[in-house]
């Protein structure tokens, strides 16, 4: 139900919630994440998207942290150090966490009118290739990633690469880094092909509608309420 | 006479020094279907990229409705539809109507056109179950029909094919077919490029073998196919085979 209500709000007030809340929460107390967290994983739970299946996904953001955490503690090895460390994962989480909403709540078509018509006011920025990059960049990620992927089934056929972790690491990423180089290039033409112009019409027309002021209004009183507590 | 709808004239083309097509002549007429033979490496692919405006040649002109390529490539891309030989690696959105709408799109067409275009472009790939799906979860025949889709919302006069049915079972295949089969009874002239001419037997009226960069046979398929395989190209009654 949460899930289908966030559906119909307009991305443009996904992203402004988004970044109104992210900015807050570096200000937020440890208290404030937490509760903004809670929120959060209540709104998951409701929309049926399920805990581990978030996890599998945030997998590489939590890795990130727990590697933060680790680095924190190793500048200063006290209590407080770990405290801190754990409470800016926790931002980091939580911005995440937040995006993802954004982002499994929002098709690509309206994420990418959304940054033109955000970008649209801005002075000496031509929106619509931002937006065509956006685009791009949305259909590009799970490509990197199936090319990683096959990188390393490749390995794995060939028994894996038992050498030193720089060793792995560099068999690795180059063949990925030509994979994707070529497969981005192949898009550009694509793209090309398809008489790819900067003064272009859209199929999709977002609406500003009450429900959406409404959300930014929320959005903008949690803030005030996560900076002030 | 009437101007060709695609004139090559000795295009010539190298890269890095060495030359990928030689003085290449090529005409297609609206409404023809042109299988593009040759092994790997012969210059197929450079040849159809030269259709789009995606290459130029380094000497001679490719011409679309009397609009020389080069100098307006804006043009041959709205007449040339291009598919490329690994269909998913031109799908430019994530999700399936947004990709359709792209080319229209770019056309500056006004919503209601690019949603008429995107709806008569997927039912006549037989893809509008697929219209809200994610591109990234689409299977190998749905891409290359979501591919064709998205070149045929833009409503062009000529098809340029990269080998259209390689990694499709015999089902994909015929369903490929037919949907050219189809395109082409609508006036709609199709350049495909093979190495494997057999599964285009029914469809295809005229082939043209490119060899070494240059066109080696130019003429009607049946008879162009006689010892074709001297040039790289699939013998069509050798059993097997048949990919592309």
């Given at each position: 139900m949460t899930y289908i209500a966030l559906e119909e709000v307009d991305v443009r007030a996904k992203f402004l919630a988004l970044v109104l809340l992210s900015v807050t929460l570096y200000m937020a107390s440890a208290a404030s994440v937490a509760g903004l967290a809670f929120v959060i994983a209540g709104v998951y739970l409701l929309s049926g998207i399920r805990l581990r299946e978030l996890a599998g996904e945030m997998k590489l953001v939590l890795v990130i942290v727990a590697a933060g955490v680790v680095g924190r503690v190793a500048t200063e090895p006290t209590f407080h150090g770990l405290f801190e460390g754990v409470v800016a994962g926790g931002r980091f989480v939580v911005i995440v966490a937040l995006a993802y909403l954004v982002a499994t709540t929002s098709s690509s078509g309206e994420m990418e009118a959304a940054v033109e018509s955000l970008f649209?006011?801005?002075?000496?920025?031509?929106e619509s290739d931002w937006a065509a990059m956006f685009g791009a960049a949305v259909r590009f990620l799970p490509v990197v990633s199936d090319e990683a992927r096959e990188v390393k089934r490749a390995h794995d056929s060939r028994?894996?690469?038992?050498?030193r972790f720089d060793h792995r690491l560099k068999t690795l990423a180059y063949p990925m880094l030509v994979g994707s180089l070529r497969r981005a290039d192949t898009l550009a033409l694509a793209m090309a092909s398809r008489a790819?112009?900067?003064d272009r019409s859209r199929l999709l027309r977002l609406q500003w509608r009450r429900r959406d002021s409404l959300t930014v209004s929320v959005a903008a009183g949690a803030a005030a309420a996560l900076a002030l507590l | 006479m009437t101007d060709p709808l695609l004139k090559a004239a000795d295009v010539t083309c190298s890269r890095g020094g060495e030359p990928v097509l030689e003085d290449v002549d090529l005409e297609v007429e609206d409404g023809e279907f042109v299988l593009l033979l040759g092994g790997n490496g012969s210059g197929k692919t450079t040849l159809l990229h030269h259709f789009n405006g995606l290459e130029s040649p380094d000497e001679g002109y490719v011409e679309v409705d009397g609009v020389d390529v080069t100098g307006d490539p804006g043009h041959a891309r709205e007449d040339v539809g291009m598919v490329f030989q690994?269909?998913?690696?031109?799908?430019?959105?994530?999700r399936v109507e947004d990709d359709v709408a792209f080319g229209p799109e770019n056309l500056g067409l006004p919503q209601e056109e690019i949603q008429t275009r995107v709806d008569e472009a997927l039912e006549s790939v037989g893809?509008?179950?697929?219209?809200?799906?994610?591109?990234?979860?689409?299977s190998g025949g749905e891409l290359r029909r979501v591919a064709l889709a998205g070149v045929l919302a833009m409503q062009p006069r000529l098809l340029a094919l990269d080998e259209p049915l390689v990694g499709l079972d015999y089902t994909g295949s015929r369903a490929v077919l037919e949907e050219l089969k189809d395109l082409n009874d609508d006036g709609i002239a199709v350049v495909a490029a093979t190495h494997a001419p057999r599964r285009y037997l029914d469809v295809a009226d005229r082939a043209v073998v490119l060899y070494e960069g240059g066109v080696a046979e130019d003429g009607r398929l049946s008879e162009v196919l006689d010892g074709v395989e001297r040039y790289g190209v699939e013998p069509v009654d050798e059993l097997g085979g048949g990919s592309g």
């Open positions: 649209h006011r801005l002075p000496f920025v031509r028994l894996g690469d038992r050498r790819y112009s900067p | 690994d269909a998913g690696s031109q799908i430019v959105s994530e893809a509008k179950h697929l219209r809200d799906r994610s591109t990234h979860r689409l």
